[in-house]
């Protein structure tokens, strides 16, 4: 895309989160996308692109009465909302539509309006993986860290490490879902889920939602909102089987997605004020960290470690507490997305002073999918 | 069969074969682990597909692997699950000719301390059917390595 031409002009979540059963999962859609509308000053007859996973964008469209000229429905799991902002800016720029809106929403814990999941038995993932009894991402998103820690010399305390420094940022978020400080300790003395991955280094399960409208960058200062402007973004996937990925000390979907991204931005490492990487596990982040390329290969837990990434660090990282503390209804990269957002227009509740540019990363499926946005607060 | 899997209280997920996948459930059923290999890149590869990922020839026939692996990733999930009561290994092992593939390891003590990455492996085949055999690991045997 054309760097600085697009902008987010309305940005929300759902009026609640956590534990939401008087909404269903297409009402959490609204409800965040009504907020966002509000926050733009649009109402439904001025959106005329939408974008969302989960439901379809025909479901969305209907359900809120849009006529859109542009309908997304890319789905590649967490971080589908950042192929949509991507998607959304080239589409507008194309002239293809003028205001695009994107949500999520997702009962995750409540599971009211759900549907019921058909695994295809015949998929390849089916075939080949599902028989030796994975029981979801804790037990196949946390494979490819046994052989990073081994390659590495990392150790769980590495892991919990990132769960304590979140739990720090999220303590300043009072729509934090866990705020209470943890200890290493507490850390890896939690109920074993899939070892070495205890309870505290997997995300937490909550309904939620949360939306963006983008627009023209020409239009985005007439809003009543500090314009987020887009200034790189990045995509990839590599597979649908984490078994089958080419390294497993660092995802090629990450690599390609933001290398993507920060070519397009124009911009180093070094110029980045805030950083969001989706955390739907502890180690999330410290591939993020390296593949994105903020640190070398086996150096993102003593970069965390030393406290670059907390408050008052060098790298303010995942400042809402993240996947792991803030909220996870599912598919995080919205709530990311949302924070990255909120930093940039300087009303976050655990606000980095001075937000120029803040990097926004996402993972979908296990490994299998990727999107990079970068925001600035200038175009 | 392992003892663990005789005690579980539920089935396994069953794989379901397409044509495209027909001709490794039959190597399994006989004791085969069957990958494939490109005639015109040499590329072996898994899972199966009936052309060639690396170069996309159609040219591809199938080959059969010496059993022989290493663990190249391995988690305890301590959630029980269709087939598995008590915790158990999930793991992906790195083939002697290259390919890695999701699998469990059997025939010794699901812990970390049992199961150091880049332990040497050999493949086993645990009947779900009449239709399905499952290829799982156990730790290499020097006299068994050698079949």
Known sequence: MKRGSVAVVGAAETTEMGKIPSLSTIGLH??????????????????????TAGISPTDLAHYLGITPTYADGT????????????????????????????????????????????????????????????????????LPWTRYAHEYGASTVD????????????????????????????????????????????????????ALILTSADRAKDFPQKPAYILGTGESVETPMVSQMADFTSSSAFTVSGAKAFAEAEIAHGDVDHLMIYDAFAHLPIFGLEDLG????????????DGHTAMGGSLPMNTNGGG?????????????????VRQIRGIAPAQVDGVEIAVSHGVGGMFGASGTIIFGASA | MTADNAKATTSRRMPMPTPETQHFWDGTLEGELRLQRCDDCAHTYFPPRPFCPKCASRSVQIAVASGRATL???????????????????????????????????????????????????VTFEQLSDTIALPLFKPATSTEVAS
Not at chain 1, 294 to 305: D, L, Q, R, T
């Open chain 1, 30 to 51: 609204a409800d965040a996308a009504l907020n966002a509308m509000a926050d733009a000053g649009l109402s439904p007859s001025d959106i005329d692109g939408v974008a």
């Open chain 2, 72 to 122: 190249h990733a391995c988690v305890i999930n301590h959630r029980p699950g269709p087939g598995f009561d008590e915790p158990h290994s999930i793991a992906v092992v790195e083939l002697e000719e290259g390919p890695r593939m999701m699998s469990n390891i059997v025939d010794c003590e699901q812990t970390h301390d049992a199961l150091p990455l880049d332990m040497p492996l050999e």
């Open chain 1, 294 to 305: 903020f640190v070398g290969k086996g150096e993102a837990p003593a970069f965390i470690a």
């Open chain 1, 75 to 142: 789905a590649v799991g967490g971080c589908s909302f950042m192929l949509h902002v991507r998607h959304a800016a080239a589409a507008i720029n194309e002239g293809l539509c003028t205001t695009v809106l994107i949500t999520h929403g997702e009962s995750g814990r409540s599971g009211v309006g759900v549907g019921r999941r058909g695994a295809n038995a015949t998929s390849l993932s089916s075939q080949f993986e599902a028989p030796y009894g994975p029981m979801g991402p804790p037990t196949l998103f946390t």
């Open chain 1, 159 to 210: 892991l919990a490490n990132v769960a304590v420094t979140q739990r720090a940022w999220a303590a300043h978020n009072p729509r934090a879902k866990f705020r209470d400080p943890i200890t290493v300790d507490d850390v890896l003395n939690a109920k074993m889920i899939a070892d070495p991955f205890t309870m505290l280094l997997c995300c937490l399960v909550t309904d939620g939602g949360g």
């Open chain 1, 324 to 340: 792991l503390s803030y909220m996870h209804s599912g598919m995080y990269g919205m709530y990311a997305l949302q924070e990255s």
